[in-house]
């Protein structure tokens, strides 16, 4: 139980960290990766998306076996984007600073199923 606290504990302030100052750096990252964007509707909603992930990964954290069943969930976030930026990658169609940030949530979508199966395996142990 306590390897999950630490893992999702740690995702989510990670996720804070990566995320929040992205409301602040559009610009810049129009700068850096052209095309501009021109949807921020759809800019700002992937970062506030992404931000509710973190607090649910900090709730997750708090009692990992009463939200277990949510971990599945974190596990398809985590995958979704990661999978995405990996076949991009693959076509030439990403920077190589974006396929690094898809890698590490394929990381942590990794140690999020670790975490499933580890509070899985402490429930059983604890009955």
């Given at each position: 139980m306590k390897l999950?606290?630490?893992?999702?504990a740690l995702a989510g302030?990670?996720?804070i960290g990566v995320l929040l100052p992205l409301y602040f750096e559009r610009a810049h990252?129009?700068?850096?990766?052209?095309?501009?964007?021109t949807h921020?509707?759809?800019y700002y909603g992937f970062v506030g998306l992404g931000l509710a992930w973190q607090i649910a990964f900090l709730i997750i954290a708090s009692n990992p076996a009463r939200y277990r069943p949510?971990?599945?969930?974190?596990?398809?976030?985590?995958?979704?984007?990661?999978?995405?930026?990996?076949v991009l990658a693959f076509?030439?169609?990403v920077a190589g600073a974006i396929m690094a940030f898809g890698?590490?949530?394929l990381v942590w979508g990794a140690l999020f199923v670790v975490a499933f199966l580890r509070v899985s395996q402490d429930s059983r142990g604890s009955r």
């Open positions: 999950a606290r630490l893992i999702f302030i990670y996720g990252i129009d700068n850096v990766y052209p095309p501009a964007i921020l509707e759809l949510l971990m599945l969930a974190c596990i398809l976030e985590k995958l979704t984007y990661g999978l995405a930026v990996l076509q030439n169609r890698t590490i949530d």
